[in-house]
């Protein structure tokens, strides 16, 4: 495990502890830094909307994304039960649970993968999502890196959980409403500009973000302008 990698994520995490970050741009930041440093293929963020509902927010790759979403479609898999129980789900060989979760398990391997944990993003008694990791071999987790994949959830659901003013809850909701909104905007604009340049879904996605990054703007607000054609995005592309 990269020390010096691990330090800066810590760091990077806590420092979006200020009003107005991208929320969007954060959870995939969690999720690229799980992928890079810990015992994981892929990994994947679910939050909760105001209604309690669970969304998908972040993932490290599109693969990862529509299994996940076709988790919440379904209403069954490990990351599910975690958010519910408020309990890590680790399963080390999927093809063991079948019955438990059929069509997910199906799901996943058909994806390519064989193992799975789901962390959850929890605050003492509150749980407000879950680090879904995974992986494409069957086998126990790496010991170190589950705690340190924990600690990264953690960190990340404080900064979530951050009280702007008395009414931490409403601001929370407020900021995932937010998110979710710009979910769909980047959406849109990630199909626009695969379509347009004949790249795919996740190319789009790191020229949205790249573009976003070099210019010191709001990833969403880099969405919006492309997808509604009101600003000439020069250099916008892989």
């Known amino acids: 495990m990269d020390q010096q990698l691990l330090a800066k994520t810590f760091v990077e995490l806590a420092d979006n502890l200020v009003a107005d970050f991208d929320l969007i741009d954060f959870l995939r930041l969690l999720t690229d830094r799980c992928v890079s440093m810990l015992d994981a293929s892929a990994a994947g963020v679910l939050l909760a909307d105001r209604d309690g509902k669970l969304r998908v927010m972040a993932a490290s790759d599109e693969q990862v994304r529509l299994l996940e979403l076709f988790q919440l479609q379904n209403d069954e898999g490990p990351c599910l039960d975690c958010f519910h129980t408020g309990a890590p789900v680790i399963i080390h060989d999927l093809t063991r649970e079948i019955d438990r979760w059929p069509r997910f398990v199906t799901a996943a391997h058909?994806?390519?993968?064989?193992?799975?944990?789901?962390?959850?993003?929890?605050?003492?008694?509150?749980?407000?999502?879950?680090?879904?990791?995974?992986?494409?071999?069957?086998?126990?987790?790496?010991?170190?890196?589950?705690?340190?994949?924990?600690?990264?959830?953690?960190?990340a659901t404080i900064s979530l959980l951050q009280q702007r003013?008395?009414?931490?809850?409403?601001?929370?909701?407020?900021?995932?409403?937010?998110?979710?909104?710009?979910?769909?905007?980047?959406?849109?604009?990630?199909?626009?500009?695969?379509?347009?340049?004949?790249?795919?879904?996740?190319?789009?996605?790191?020229?949205?973000?790249?573009?976003?990054?070099?210019?010191?703007?709001?990833?969403?607000?880099?969405?919006?302008?492309?997808?509604?054609?009101?600003?000439?995005?020069?250099?916008?592309?892989?």
């Open 110 to 155: 058909r994806s390519g993968f064989g193992a799975v944990q789901a962390l959850p993003m929890r605050l003492r008694e509150e749980t407000v999502g879950a680090l879904n990791l995974f992986r494409a071999a069957p086998g126990p987790f790496d010991p170190v890196a589950t705690p340190v994949a924990q600690a990264l959830a953690d960190v």
């Open 165 to 238: 003013s008395s009414l931490r809850s409403t601001v929370l909701n407020e900021q995932l409403q937010a998110a979710l909104n710009s979910r769909v905007l980047i959406e849109q604009a990630k199909g626009k500009l695969a379509e347009r340049q004949g790249i795919d879904m996740e190319q789009a996605f790191s020229a949205l973000r790249a573009y976003a990054r070099a210019h010191n703007r709001r990833l969403s607000d880099v969405a919006r302008a492309f997808v509604d054609g009101s600003e000439l995005l020069a250099g916008l592309g892989v």
